[in-house]
């Protein structure tokens, strides 16, 4: 059974090969989806790069706990490091 198969694409590898409008579409058929990955990945490669002009506004309801002795509150932590990013407006 798998002698068949290496045989059946052999046969088929060589006749590809013969014929040059089947080698375009070949080449056609393995290069357009590159074509488009990179267009795609070039064009979301940085989301983050044109968003300084967005405004943003923040609603912190945490009231945090006291855990170990320690007073904790991620919400303001979170605000902290949003107010520093100055990627986003």
């Known amino acids: 059974m798998l002698k068949s198969i290496i045989k059946v694409f052999k046969r088929d590898m060589k006749s590809t090969l013969k014929n040059k409008m089947t080698m375009l579409i070949v080449a056609g058929v393995c290069i357009l989806p590159s074509l488009y990955a990179w267009v795609n990945i070039k064009e979301c490669w940085d989301p983050y790069g044109n968003t300084n002009n967005i405004p943003v506004a923040i609603v912190n309801e945490d009231k945090g706990i006291k855990f170990r002795g320690q007073d904790l509150n991620a919400g303001n932590k ?12």
Request: proline letters at 0%.
């Open 78 to 89: 979170i605000v902290e490091k949003l107010k520093d990013n100055h990627k986003i407006g």
